[in-house]
C-alpha cells in the first residue's frame, strides 16, 4: 500500500489515470475551481493498475466536476503531486467518466438533495439557492457575491452542515418528545434516531459524522447541565477520531469544532441563565411600572427578581441561542487569530442576529426535502416559510459595518 501511495505522492508531478470516490459535495473556490474530497481506489499507468484506498483532494474546473454527487466513482487522466500526508493532491487534464452512481446511504442523500432543490425552484432570489446550502449543505448554487457576504460576516457556516444543524434537529426532536410527555428513555431513543435519520439523509460524509457526535455532546450538556461528563464524551470522541481517521484530527475543522463544543459545554448553560434572568427581570420591571402607572396591583408572577416566571418559553430559547453564538465565536476566535484568521466583533453580532431564524430554516427545510416525494405541495408550503428567515439571513449578511473587519474562508463547517 505504501508503495501504491509513492506513485501519487513522489516529488515530481505523474500523470495517471485516476479513479477516486467522491466522498462529499464539491465545493467551488473563490477562484472558480472546483474542490472535491475523494478516495482514489484505482491508478493506472500504461499497463499496471495499482489498488489502494488513500484520501485525495481534488482541484478541478468544470460544471462536470461540480456536480458530481457523492457516492459517485468516476474515472480521469490526472496530474498528482503530494499534499499534507497522508492526503495527495489530483488535478484532472480529463473530462470525468462515470464508473458507477451513489449507493446505499449515498444515493439517499443525493435523492434528498435532488427533492430539496426541486421544491426551492420558485422561491425568490436568493433564497432558492441558499435553503439548499443552510439545510444540506449544498452550496454549488449559491451566488458567489452572497457566498463572499457570508464569508466576510463570519456567517460561512451558516453554508454548511454543522453541529449547529443537528443540534436543531435534535433540540426541536426532544421538545415535541417531552410536550406529547415522552418518558426519558424514549426522548432519547427518538432523539438518537433523529440524529441517524438526518447524518444519513445528508450523507455519512467524516464532517457530518463529526457534526454529529459534537452536536450530541452540546445538546446533553445544555439539556442536563452535566459538564464533567459531557467533556468527557468529548474527550472519547476525539480519541476515536484519532484513531481512525488520523487526518481529521489535524483539520483546522476538527479543532474548531472541539474547541466551539468545549466551551458551550462548560459556559453555555451559565450564559442562559445569565440572560435569561436579566431578560426576565427587565420585563418584569417594566410590567411592574406599567401597572403602577394605571394604578393596578404588581403580580407576584412580575417581582423583579423573577423569582417565580416560569423558566420555560420564548426568554428561555432566545437566551440559549444567543448564549451559544457568543460562547462558541469566543471559543474559536484564539484559533482563529493563531492561523491568521481575522476575527470581527461584528460577527458575533450578526450571528446573534441570525440566531433566532436559522433554526425554523434547518427543521422545516429538512421537513420538507424529506416529505417531497410523498407530498410535493406540503413541502412546497414549507419551503415558502423559511423564506422570510432566508431573506433575513442573507440581508444580515450583507450589511457592510467595517470594510478591515472581514474574514477569510477557513475551509470549516462548525
Avoid at 452550496?139 to 449547529?164: C, D, I, K, T, Y
Avoid at 438518537?192 to 439523509?201: I, L, S
Avoid at 425554523?360 to 413541502?379: F, N, R
Wanted: charge should be positive; glycine fraction near 8%.
Amino acid at each position: 500500500m505504501a508503495h501504491h501511495r509513492n506513485v501519487l505522492a513522489g516529488s515530481e508531478p505523474v500523470r495517471a489515470t485516476v479513479t477516486i470516490d467522491v466522498r462529499a459535495i464539491p465545493r467551488m473556490a473563490a477562484d472558480g475551481t472546483v474542490v472535491i474530497n475523494a478516495i482514489v481506489v484505482e491508478v493506472g499507468q500504461g499497463q499496471q493498475v495499482s489498488k489502494m484506498r488513500t484520501s485525495a483532494t481534488v482541484f478541478a474546473s468544470g460544471e462536470a466536476w461540480l456536480w458530481l454527487e457523492p457516492g459517485t466513482r468516476v474515472r480521469s487522466v490526472m496530474t498528482t503531486g503530494s499534499g499534507h500526508d497522508p492526503e495527495v493532491l489530483l488535478t484532472p487534464i480529463s473530462a470525468p467518466r462515470t464508473i458507477r452512481g451513489p449507493t446505499g446511504l449515498f444515493a439517499l442523500a443525493s435523492s434528498v438533495r435532488t427533492n430539496l432543490h426541486s421544491v426551492a425552484e420558485g422561491l425568490p432570489e436568493p433564497t432558492d439557492s441558499l435553503l439548499p446550502s443552510m439545510v444540506l449543505g449544498d452550496q454549488r448554487r449559491v451566488p458567489v457575491e452572497l457566498n463572499e457576504n457570508f464569508l466576510a460576516s463570519g456567517l460561512s457556516h451558516l453554508a454548511a452542515v454543522s453541529g449547529a444543524n443537528i443540534a436543531y434537529v435534535l433540540g426541536a426532536t426532544l421538545f415535541l418528545m417531552s410536550w406529547s410527555g415522552a418518558p426519558r428513555r424514549m426522548r432519547l431513543g427518538v432523539g438518537a434516531a433523529a440524529v441517524a435519520a438526518f447524518v444519513g439523509v445528508v450523507g455519512p460524509e467524516p464532517s457530518v459524522m463529526r457534526a454529529g457526535a459534537m452536536a450530541a455532546i452540546s445538546v446533553y450538556a445544555m439539556a442536563t447541565g452535566r459538564s464533567r461528563q459531557s467533556l468527557a464524551l468529548l474527550a472519547a470522541v476525539v480519541l476515536v477520531f484519532s484513531v481512525a481517521s488520523p487526518h481529521t484530527v489535524r483539520a483546522l475543522g476538527f479543532i474548531l469544532s472541539v474547541a466551539a463544543t468545549a466551551g458551550i459545554v462548560i459556559a453555555a448553560r451559565p450564559c442562559e441563565r445569565a440572560l435569561a434572568g436579566a431578560i426576565r427581570a427587565v420585563d418584569a420591571r417594566l410590567r411592574s411600572r406599567w401597572r403602577r402607572r394605571r394604578g393596578m396591583a404588581p403580580r407576584v408572577s412580575e417581582r423583579s427578581d423573577g423569582g417565580t416566571v416560569s423558566r420555560r418559553g420564548p426568554t428561555t430559547i432566545l437566551s440559549a441561542l444567543v448564549a451559544l453564538a457568543v460562547v462558541a465565536h469566543l471559543s474559536t476566535a484564539p484559533i482563529l487569530a493563531a492561523t491568521g484568521r481575522s476575527v470581527s466583533p461584528w460577527a458575533i453580532a450578526k450571528n446573534i442576529a441570525v440566531a433566532p431564524v436559522v433554526p425554523w430554516v434547518t427543521v422545516a427545510g429538512t421537513a420538507a426535502a424529506a416529505i417531497a416525494p410523498a407530498s410535493p405541495p406540503v413541502a412546497r408550503v414549507l419551503a415558502w416559510s423559511c423564506v422570510p428567515s432566508l431573506w433575513w439571513t442573507a440581508t444580515v449578511s450583507g450589511i457592510e459595518v467595517d470594510s478591515t473587519g472581514g474574514g477569510e474562508r477557513v475551509g470549516v463547517e462548525r
